[in-house]
């Protein structure tokens, strides 16, 4: 009997352990601000920082720049392409390429995929809207949203937002590039 209850209290206190774990876990995520509240918490991971044109990078920033901001080194890199790759959760990746024209920044290419696609719309609902209130007078034609930019001395550049989903997979494609 004496036995029993031994098991019974070790039984007791693992349990309270995985409780105490499992709570500081929920505690540690929920304290982590978010970025764009509002909106789904895939951009706090795609987007990242409401400073620069994408993740805090504008255009004609330097490879080392970028490189720095990023989270994990290149998945490929040649002379002027930087190449990301990133699961964000089990049904969305997505690729960032950054192309630069001697080690300045020209243009960034997103692509986001994901096998659930209703996320596909909403994420594509929320760039639109992120980008809407961040730059002036969007326009939309054939799935496309174009986001024209003149601020101040910055030269001009465009912002590209599709939504190229088939039946069954989600794609989202942005490109930044500078207004030539």
Same mark, same amino acid.
């Given at each position: 009997?004496?036995?029993?209850?031994?098991?019974?209290?070790?039984?007791?206190?693992?349990?309270?352990?995985?409780?105490?774990?499992?709570?500081?876990?929920?505690?540690?995520?929920?304290?982590?601000?978010?970025?764009?509240?509002?909106?789904?918490?895939?951009?706090?991971?795609?987007?990242?920082?409401?400073?620069?044109?994408?993740?805090?990078?504008?255009?004609?920033?330097?490879?080392?720049?970028?490189?720095?901001?990023?989270?994990?080194?290149?998945?490929?890199?040649?002379?002027?392409?930087?190449?990301?790759?990133?699961?964000?959760? %089990?049904? /969305?990746?997505?690729? @960032?390429?950054?192309?630069?024209? *001697? &080690?300045?920044?020209?243009?960034?290419?997103?692509?986001?995929?994901?096998?659930?696609?209703?996320?596909?719309?909403?994420?594509?609902?929320?760039?639109?809207?992120?980008?809407?209130?961040?730059?002036?007078?969007?326009?939309?034609?054939?799935?496309?949203?174009?986001?024209?930019?003149?601020?101040?001395?910055?030269?001009?550049?465009?912002?590209?937002?599709?939504?190229?989903? %088939?039946? /069954?997979?989600?794609? @989202?494609?942005?490109?930044?590039? *500078? &207004?030539?």
């Amino acid at each position: 009997m004496r036995s029993f209850y031994k098991i019974q209290l070790l039984l007791t206190v693992i349990v309270l352990i995985f409780t105490f774990c499992e709570q500081s876990k929920k505690q540690e995520v929920k304290s982590k601000p978010r970025i764009f509240v509002g909106y789904h918490v895939l951009l706090d991971e795609i987007v990242r920082s409401k400073a620069g044109v994408f993740r805090g990078i504008d255009l004609n920033t330097k490879s080392d720049s970028i490189k720095m901001i990023e989270p994990k080194p290149p998945t490929e890199t040649s002379t002027g392409h930087l190449y990301y790759e990133y699961k964000a959760d %089990s049904l /969305t990746d997505y690729s @960032i390429e950054y192309t630069l024209n *001697k &080690d300045s920044l020209e243009e960034i290419n997103v692509q986001i995929n994901t096998d659930d696609l209703e996320l596909s719309s909403y994420l594509f609902c929320d760039l639109k809207d992120y980008y809407a209130n961040k730059l002036p007078n969007p326009t939309e034609d054939k799935g496309y949203v174009i986001y024209n930019c003149f601020e101040g001395q910055r030269k001009p550049f465009v912002v590209s937002l599709s939504d190229n989903s %088939s039946p /069954t997979k989600g794609i @989202i494609n942005m490109v930044i590039y *500078k &207004d030539k």
